[in-house]
C-alpha cells in the first residue's frame, strides 16, 4: 500500500536534532539488543547517519532505512493527521518540535498513536481508490468482543482462500470514525536471495495490509484497497455489528451518480469556497446493443458533456470522471484534483478539503 517512500535521511535527521538529539539515542536502544551499539557521542550526533552505519551490517542498514522512511511518510504526506493523532492519545506537547521529531518520540513512546498515524497514511497517504457502501444501521458500536469476532471471520475466510489463517486487526475508535487496519496473508511466493554467499530459496507468505473505515454519521463503510475480498469484508462486518441483511441492502453501492452532470443538473458555479470547476478527463458508456465505452478529452469538456448528455443525441452514461476543483479559504487558493468511478469509488477522501467538497457533491445529487 505505500507508495510515497522518498526519504533523504540526512535533512530527516538534522530535523530531529533540532528539536531533541537523544530521540536518536533511543530509537537505536528501542531498535537493537542492548550492547549491540554503543552510544553515539554527542560530538558525531550532526554525523550520525556515517557513524551509525559505518558500524551495523546491511541487513541492519535496510531496518533503519525502512524505519526511518515510515517516519517520514507520515510526517511529510500526513502532518496534519500526525498532530489530531496526538491530541486523540494525550500525546504530551513539545514547543516547536518538528513533524520528524514527533514522528519518532510517538514511535518511542506512544506506540498505538504511530501505529494509529501510520494506518491513517495507509489510507490517505497513497494512491488508489477508495471504495464507499451504505451501511446505515440504528445503533453502532464496536468492542473489542466485535474485533476478535470479526478477526476470527476474517481469518477462517483467508484460510479458505488459501491465503493463510493469518490475520490480526487493530482497532481505532474516534468520534468521527472506527478504523479498523488489517494485516493478513495472501498467496504463498517463492523468492530466491543470497545468505551468506550461498543461494537460498525459500517460500514465503506476504503481508498484506488493508483497511476498514466506518464513518459514523454518514454510515458509509469505505474499504482500501479495491479488491476481490470487498463482498466478504462487507458481509462480514455486517454479520459482526448485528445488521447481516444490510449486506445486501439494495442501495448499498449507490453512493455516487454522475448524471447530473450530463443532464444540466450540477451546478458547475462553485459556492462561497468553491471558486472553479473543471472536468479534466471522463468516460462514457453508451447503452446500446454493444455497450461501446470512450475515454474524452476536450479543450472544453463541460460543453462536451453537455452534448452527449442531450438525450436527442445520444443515450450515454458518465462512468468516470477526474475533476479540479479552485477553492479560496482564508486567503489561500487551493486546487484539488480527484476522480470519481461510480457507483461507489473515490479517492477524494485523501485530498484537502474533502469535506467541503464532499458537500458540494452532495448538494448537487452527484453523492449520497
Known amino acids: 500500500m505505500t507508495t510515497h517512500r522518498e526519504l533523504n535521511l540526512e535533512t530527516f535527521i538534522n530535523a530531529v536534532n533540532r528539536t531533541d538529539s537523544s530521540l536518536l539515542d533511543r530509537y537505536l536502544i528501542k531498535r537493537f539488543e542492548p550492547g549491540k551499539l554503543p552510544s553515539c557521542p554527542s560530538s558525531l550526533r550532526h554525523n550520525f547517519i556515517e557513524y551509525v552505519f559505518q558500524i551495523v551490517s546491511e541487513e541492519d542498514r535496510e531496518i533503519i532505512n525502512e524505519d526511518f522512511k515510515r517516519f517520514n511518510d507520515i510526517c511529510e504526506r500526513m502532518t496534519k493527521h500526525m498532530f489530531s493523532t496526538s491530541q486523540l492519545f494525550d500525546v ?19 506506540p498505538d498513536a504511530f501505529e494509529y498515524a501510520w494506518a491513517l497514511y495507509c489510507i490517505f497517504g497513497t494512491l488508489g481508490k477508495i471504495s464507499w457502501h451504505n451501511l446505515r444501521c440504528p445503533e453502532f458500536s464496536f468492542d473489542e468482543e466485535k474485533r476478535l469476532a470479526l478477526e476470527k471471520e476474517l481469518a477462517d475466510y483467508f484460510a479458505e482462500s488459501a491465503m493463510g489463517e493469518e490475520c490480526e486487526i487493530t482497532k481505532f475508535d474516534d468520534v468521527e470514525r472506527l478504523v479498523l487496519f488489517i494485516d493478513r496473508g495472501s498467496y504463498f ?61 439494495p442501495d448499498r453501492d449507490n453512493v455516487f451518480n454522475l448524471q447530473p452532470m450530463l443532464d444540466g443538473g450540477f451546478d458547475w458555479n462553485g459556492n462561497e469556497y468553491i471558486t472553479s470547476i473543471v472536468p479534466l478527463e471522463a468516460r462514457l458508456k453508451f447503452k446500446n446493443f454493444t455497450e461501446p465505452v470512450i ?26 470522471i477526474k475533476l479540479r476543483f479552485t477553492l479560496a479559504i482564508e486567503g489561500k487558493e487551493d486546487k484539488v484534483t480527484f476522480v470519481i468511478t461510480p457507483p461507489y469509488a473515490t479517492d477524494l477522501i485523501k485530498k484537502a478539503h474533502s469535506k467541503i467538497i464532499t458537500e458540494y457533491l452532495k448538494e448537487n445529487g452527484v453523492q449520497s
Request: aromatic share 10%.
Open 92 to 110: 504530551k506537547d513539545i514547543p516547536d518540535e518538528t513533524a520528524q521529531a514527533r514522528a519518532i518520540r510517538l514511535f518511542l513512546d506512544y
Open 295 to 320: 475515454n474524452i478529452r476536450s479543450k472544453n469538456l463541460r460543453k462536451t458533456l453537455e452534448d452527449f448528455g442531450n438525450p436527442a443525441v445520444t443515450s450515454a452514461v458518465l462512468a468516470h
Open 189 to 249: 511466493r517463492t523468492i530466491s536471495y543470497w545468505q551468506n554467499k550461498k543461494r537460498i530459496t525459500s517460500t514465503i507468505r506476504p503481508v498484506y495490509e488493508d483497511a476498514l473505515i466506518y464513518e459514523k454519521a454518514s454510515g458509509q463503510l469505505g474499504i482500501k484497497p479495491l479488491s476481490r475480498d470487498k463482498e466478504q469484508y462487507i458481509k462480514s462486518f455486517t454479520k459482526v455489528i448485528g445488521y447481516p441483511a444490510l449486506a445486501n441492502s
